[in-house]
């Protein structure tokens, strides 16, 4: 149930709280590539081209992807506040960087399941380690299906002739990435030691060492500081989220899906690890397509586990300051 005090709060507080909280969706490289406008009456996502990756992602696929996780994050936050939201992607074709608006339309009880959500936001992060013995159900994996289809998103399960060929086009992703200086030193960028205080990827959150798993994780070329173990998960189970369009519209809703099947599989006690060198490399994004039988465009691939309980993560990679990310109308 939402407070008395929360119904009387101005709106220009709930949207503050929630461009905060969106603060903590996951990015490519944590790059953070969005930016807050927190008006009186409504709350405005643009992009943010100054944390971009132009070698990595030239068409800006996993910018509006991880700005997508952003505006739900954002949309959750809303809804745990005891408020409903009426959201807008794209609201003008003039601006392609302004990404969303969003405004509050009126007050709801609020549910247990949005308390779960905003609950698993808290919580949710990468995990790079492999996963333990334990199988991701076959329910667990129609629950996320049904999830991401309430974006329009598409989520497949590679059967285990599939993930041979998902191993062998992430591998020539990571071949053809190690492969472009520009590539490399953008990585560099954002996961070595010169990385932007507050965003990025530091040591403690990459692999000490390559982990011995059926799809070869990315190479972030800097050197890593996560023990992972010695043994070889043999129970991961692959997805992609895909569908018909490829398009920004659909990179925004792609990112929605993300962080909507993200927060349910962490409440889920699942482990979550993205794939995206192989949609980003143009040659291994059409090995994607293939092994989809054409029927869809892959949006982005997500390894599922389920998370060893013995070995938390050293806390969260670091976010930027609310008055980088944001600007707030003054009073
Ligand atoms: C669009 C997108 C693509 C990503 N691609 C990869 C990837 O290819 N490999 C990887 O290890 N992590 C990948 N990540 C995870 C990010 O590195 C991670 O979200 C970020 O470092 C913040 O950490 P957190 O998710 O633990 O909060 C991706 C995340 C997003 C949203």
């Known amino acids: 149930m939402n407070t008395a005090a929360e119904q009387h709060r101005p709106p220009a507080a709930a949207y503050a709280q929630a461009a905060e909280t969106a603060g903590r969706a996951p990015s490519i490289h944590n790059t953070q590539p969005w930016h807050w406008q927190v008006h009186p009456d409504r709350l405005d996502l643009f992009a943010d081209t100054s944390r971009a990756l132009p070698g990595t992602d030239p068409d800006e696929r996993m910018m509006l992807v991880s700005c997508g996780a952003a505006l739900h994050h954002a949309q959750v936050a809303l809804v745990a506040q005891g ?80 993930v041979s060929e998902l191993a062998v086009a992430v591998s020539r992703a990571e071949d053809a990435a190690a492969g472009e200086p520009v590539l490399r030193a953008e990585t560099a960028a954002w996961t070595g030691p010169g990385r932007p205080a507050g965003a990025g990827v530091p040591p403690e959150f990459i692999p000490d060492k390559r982990p011995e798993t059926d799809v070869g994780e990315r ?39 993300l962080s909507a099947v993200w927060l349910h599989a962490t409440g889920q006690g699942l482990a979550v690890l993205p794939y995206s060198q192989v949609i980003e490399i143009d040659g291994s994004r059409a090995m994607m397509r293939r092994i989809l039988s054409n029927l869809g465009y892959a949006y982005i691939v997500l390894r599922l586990g389920v998370a060893d309980p013995d070995h938390p993560l050293p806390g969260h990679t670091p976010r930027l300051p609310f008055d980088t990310t944001a600007t707030v109308d003054p009073e």
Do not use: C, M, N
């Open 219 to 257: 190479d972030f070329t800097a050197r890593g500081a996560l023990p992972v173990g010695g043994g070889h998960d043999k129970s991961s189970t692959y997805v992609v989220l895909f569908g018909g369009e490829d398009d920004r519209d659909a990179w925004l809703r792609a990112g929605q899906a």
């Open 83 to 162: 408020h409903t939201v009426e959201t807008r992607t794209l609201p003008d074709p003039a601006q392609p960087h302004h990404l969303a608006t969003l405004v509050i339309s009126g007050d709801a009880p609020v549910t247990a399941e949005a308390v779960r959500l905003v609950q698993a936001l808290q919580l949710r992060h990468t995990d790079r380690r492999p996963t333990v013995d334990t199988p991701v159900s076959p329910e667990q994996v129609d629950e996320l299906r049904r999830i991401a289809g309430e974006y329009g998103v598409h989520l497949h399960r590679f059967t285990p002739e599939q």
